[in-house]
């Protein structure tokens, strides 16, 4: 019969390495601004450093608010506090209720992130990142709308508009979340963008339909 462990009480945040990895079978339930989450259940082969993410996640470890150059974001930024996560302002009295996630390498650094979506009456996405150098996780906040379809290699896409899209990834630097722009399409002003150079409807289609063609993520549910 396999054998049950109990997250919250048997992953210790001392004992981890960026390569090790082991199974992992618990529950968590959690209580966050009165509202209790459903049961989480972890049943599968995590890093020590994603057992710190999901730490962090289930509001066990307070994480470092990092900025970004998200646009939803702009005029709300609270970077540099260590907060949990049921605590994480996304707007004023807003705060991440995790909702679902997945492990993703985002910036090709061979560590995965955590991303979550969370229930909030605005919509957002949280990513909780570790730096191996400072051994801290920094938690961002970006928009739904923002953050679509996310596919296995990291890229996605940000809607600006019924017509305009703009294909992304994400790299950090300087413990800033950046979303750096791909390629872009207007198709309402016949404006098309690859690697910020101007190309012909002909190439941007032709990009996106590659595009669309990598596999999707599949989310966690909690």
């Known amino acids: ?15 981890f390495g960026c390569n090790k990895k082991e199974k992992v079978s618990g529950i968590t339930n959690i209580e966050t601004n ?17 057992e710190l993410l999901l730490k962090a996640m289930n509001s066990e470890i307070k994480f470092i ?36 996630y997945v492990f993703i390498d985002l910036d090709g650094d061979n560590l995965n992130e955590l991303v979550v979506l969370t229930n909030s009456d605005y919509g957002a996405y949280v990513i909780l990142k570790y730096y191996k150098e400072s051994e801290k996780i920094y938690g961002y906040k970006i928009g739904i709308r923002e953050f679509e379809n996310l596919k296995i290699d990291g890229t996605f896409i940000g809607s600006s508009g019924a017509m305009a899209t703009s294909y992304l990834k994400i790299e950090f ?31 941007i289609d032709k990009f996106v339909d590659e595009w669309d063609k990598k596999e999707n993520i599949k989310w966690r549910k909690i």
């Open 34 to 50: 009165n509202t209790v989450i459903n049961e989480t259940i972890v049943d599968f082969e995590v890093t020590n450093v994603e």
């Open 1 to 15: 019969m396999k054998k049950r462990i109990i997250v919250l009480l048997l992953v210790s945040i001392l004992l």
């Open 173 to 203: 630097n300087n413990f800033e979340l950046q979303m750096i722009e791909m390629a872009y399409s207007d198709y309402d002003n016949n404006e098309y963008l690859i690697n910020n150079k101007t190309v012909s409807k002909e190439e």
């Open 65 to 100: 608010e990092g900025p970004s150059n998200s646009g939803i974001y702009e005029d709300f930024k609270n970077n540099g506090n260590e907060v949990l996560f049921k605590d994480y302002e996304l707007f004023e009295y807003d705060y991440a209720i995790p909702n679902e």
